[in-house]
Structure formats: C-alpha cells, structure tokens
C-alpha cells in the first residue's frame, strides 16, 4: 500500500472518532467508510514484469482510450492513452528500463480526463527518457476531473528499471505515453491494461 493510504485512513478514522464522541455513532459511519475506501484505493499489488527485448510496458493500469498519431519536435510519433477511473490502481511504473532525461511539470486546467483536450491544457507531469535501446519514449501524468496531485520521485539522470514504481495519480486521472511511430503497437482502443505487466508497444530492434 502507498504510504498516502494510510493517512488518510487514519485521518478518517479519527474523524469517525470524533463525531462518534460528540454526536451520534450512526454519523461516524460516513467518514468510516471512507477511510475504508481510501485505504482500497492506494493499493500498490506487485506485478510480474515482462522481460520481451524492446517491450514498453504500461505506466498505468486503467482502458486504452486512443492511439493516434502525434508529432514530437517534427518527428512521426505514436500517442497511446489510458484512461483510470477511481477504481483502477493508480501507482505509476516506469514504462521502460533507461533514462530520465527531462522532466517538466505544467500547471493547467482540470478537465475530463476523456477528453481529448486534457493531453494538452490539464495540469500535467511530463517524463522524457531514453530506454535501454536507445530510444526516446515520453511518458505523461495527466491530472483528470478529480485528480489534484500529481507524485513523480525520480530526477533528471536517474536511471530506472522497466515497470519500476515512479510515482502516482491520486483519484480519476489519465496517462500518455508516446513511442516513436517505428514501435510496433501491441495494444487497441477499449483494451484493459495494468501498469507494470501489460505491453503496449515494442522497440524497433525487439521482439517482432
């Protein structure tokens, strides 16, 4: 369980305490009930990581929600999102073993995260790294409708594993990640995918 879990259950439980105390115990069920569900939703379950040469695997779990084609400094790119709603676990994990090489937080706006218009003007944590093959991949946390902040631990230089836990979404939110337009995409709209072990695409130069 992430750590921001058992804050907030514990905080609600102690709000529970108290209304308990002070008025009636039939109205601390509410807060009850809620450090329940908050300790649920930061659960962080291992996961068996992929070992494909090339592979990039999801940095999320959540539903495939578009790939499309997306231009990064003029060169052709492959957009994959998903989507999480507040059932999903929202743990992030490294889509691919390399690199940090940039990392670039935008304040913004908090729109649905279905909507096509949050890959671009919700609040947003932007990952570029350069994987073990060489190859630049770009990794976004987008804040959603509910979501209001955004956990990413490593720095510039830092080097991490593929599916390594980096960071975390809390509540409703959506995640891009974006490959170059050579990358075989192994994944379509409406599929369920669970960050860490669910293969999204693979590496020119992997496995075909």
């Not at 889509?95 to 279905?114: D, H, Q």
Request: net charge positive.
């Amino acid at each position: 369980m992430v750590r921001d879990g058992i804050y907030y259950g514990l905080a609600m439980a102690a709000v529970a305490v108290l209304i308990g105390v002070w008025t009636t115990p039939l109205l601390a069920v509410v807060p009850a009930l809620l450090g329940v569900f908050f300790l649920w939703f930061f659960r962080d379950p291992e996961r068996e990581i992929p070992d494909t040469a090339g592979a990039v695997v999801s940095p999320a779990d959540g539903v495939v929600t578009g790939i499309l084609a997306t231009p990064v400094d003029g060169e052709p790119h492959t957009s994959i999102s998903i989507f999480l709603n507040v059932f999903n676990v929202h743990v992030n994990r490294a889509p691919a073993a390399g690199v940090i090489t940039r990392v670039e937080y935008r304040r913004g706006k908090y729109l649905n995260a279905m909507n096509p218009a949050s890959a671009e003007q919700n609040e947003q944590n932007i990952c570029t790294m350069r994987t073990a093959e060489g190859q630049p991949i770009i990794f976004k946390q987008i804040a959603g409708l509910l979501a209001r902040r955004i956990v990413f631990r490593p720095k510039v230089g830092d080097t991490v594993a593929r599916g390594e836990r980096i960071g975390l979404i809390k509540f409703g939110s959506r995640c891009d990640l974006i490959v170059p337009a050579g990358a075989k995409v192994t994944v379509k709209v409406g599929d369920k995918v669970k960050g860490g072990s669910s293969i999204l695409a693979v590496l020119p130069g992997g496995e075909h």
